[in-house]
């Protein structure tokens, strides 16, 4: 027996993330600019949308211009097929047991998918067959990452096998590289001279391959060369950038709470757990309901600034102290009038004055947790209501 997690009521949950569409459709369009006329954009949504929702992720970004959804799960390729978007949807990560399941009907919805070894083929074959339609798919090859894909010296006989198997259609060669985020690393050149080389071998064998992809976020933005036929785009869609771009971003996702109370304390106050910080002055503190069971990274304790919005306006508060499991602490300073209800961001796009104080990035936290901002948006959890804006 499966048990889902029993829901709670959102209007019970002080804790919002609340997630900006408009966001999404204007990075997409942004990142859009970059591309020539032939160079289509896949906007990834796995993840749930990298936490911000996928179907909501899905139609923002389609509306910006996305004409490829991609998404792991041939679940969630199901959910997006479903939802009679108005984009072709890629899906690459499946095991056998509940690729048996699940893939005749991703097959029969006109979902791409997938193969990154020889297994998979037969897997995706036997889905087809089912299914009584071709599957149209994308050879993964494995250039230097080592996950999912094939080795340039299996592209013979993989090709081969799939120009003999009249279920399978090739319709595409693709790679994912492993550092992209660092463009003077050169394991994208290299990577992408594996590619080529597994390519033409593949073309040798199964002819001209209709479409070649590689780039992520980062090869978008700092690798021209490496846009092909398609690119796959996923964390500058929600607005933060991995690496220092000129391009327009902006975060889609902001992360808010409430004041559960406000309290005044004197100097030498220890807050939370093992006192790793005491106050160095009297000050209000202020308790959030929101902790590391939400998403925050407990490991970035002690060093965010979040924003207030009191009666008085906006004003920056320092988290202090250990992030807890349900709540963290803010100083909020010895003259502050804030009270308990006032609302809080953790991270985001307070939305106030444009020249008032900011909260906190998605980014921020990761440089606080060592991390990276694709955890800190995938990290909030369920039990953290999304609103749509
Ligand atoms: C195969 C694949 N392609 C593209 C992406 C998008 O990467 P990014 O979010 O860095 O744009 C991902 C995400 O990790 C991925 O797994």
Same mark, same amino acid.
């Given at each position: ?14 804790? &919002?993330?609340?997630?900006? *569409?408009?966001? $999404?459709? +204007?990075?997409?369009? !942004? /990142? ?5 006329? @032939? ?107 080592? &996950?999912?894909?094939?080795? *340039?010296?299996? $592209?013979? +006989?993989?090709?081969? !096998? /799939? ?5 399978? @259609? ?220």
């Amino acid at each position: 027996m499966t048990i889902p997690i029993p829901a709670e009521d959102p209007r019970h949950v002080p804790n &919002r993330a609340v997630i900006d *569409p408009s966001a $999404i459709t +204007e990075n997409t369009r !942004a /990142m859009g600019t970059l591309l020539e006329e @032939q160079t289509a954009l896949m906007a990834v949504v796995k993840a749930d949308g990298y936490g911000h929702g996928m179907l909501t992720a899905a139609r923002a970004a389609i509306e910006g211009g996305a004409t490829w959804l991609g998404v792991a799960h041939p679940a969630s390729a199901l959910a997006l097929a479903r939802a009679d978007l108005d984009a072709q949807i890629l899906t690459w990560l499946f095991e056998p047991h509940t690729a048996k399941i699940v893939l005749p009907e991703v097959l029969g919805s006109g979902v791409d998918v997938s193969v990154g070894s020889p297994e998979m083929l037969a897997l995706v074959s036997a889905a087809a067959r089912e299914a009584d339609r071709r599957a149209r798919v994308h050879l993964k090859i494995d250039t230097g990452m080592g &996950r999912n894909g094939v080795l *340039p010296w299996q $592209i013979r +006989e993989i090709g081969a !096998a /799939m120009r003999e198997d009249d279920f399978i @259609q090739v319709a595409g060669a693709w790679t994912h590289l492993t550092s992209a985020d660092d463009p003077t690393d050169p394991a994208t050149d290299q990577q992408a001279e594996l590619f080529d080389s597994a390519s033409e071998a593949l073309a040798d064998e199964v002819g001209p391959i209709p479409l070649q992809h590689i780039a992520n976020s980062a090869a978008t933005l700092t690798r021209p060369d490496l846009h092909r036929d398609l690119v796959r785009v996923g964390i500058a869609l929600y607005g933060c950038p991995p690496v220092p771009t000129d391009v327009p971003l902006r975060p889609a996702m902001t992360l808010t709470s409430r004041l559960a109370l406000v309290k005044e304390v004197g100097e030498g106050h220890s807050i939370g757990y093992g006192r790793i910080r005491t106050t160095d002055r009297p000050t209000r503190l202020g308790l959030v309901p929101i902790g590391y069971a939400d998403g925050l990274h407990r490991a970035g304790s002690d060093q965010c600034v979040l924003v207030v919005r009191t009666e008085s306006g906006d004003h920056r508060a320092p988290q202090v102290g250990r992030i807890s499991m349900d709540q963290i602490v803010i100083d909020l300073g010895p003259n502050s009038d804030a009270r308990a209800g006032d609302q809080v961001f953790v991270f985001g796009d307070a939305g106030g004055d444009p020249n008032g104080p900011a909260a906190a990035t998605a980014e921020d936290w990761a440089r606080a947790a060592g991390t990276i901002s694709y955890e800190v948006l995938t990290s909030v959890s369920g039990r953290v209501t999304r609103e749509v804006r």
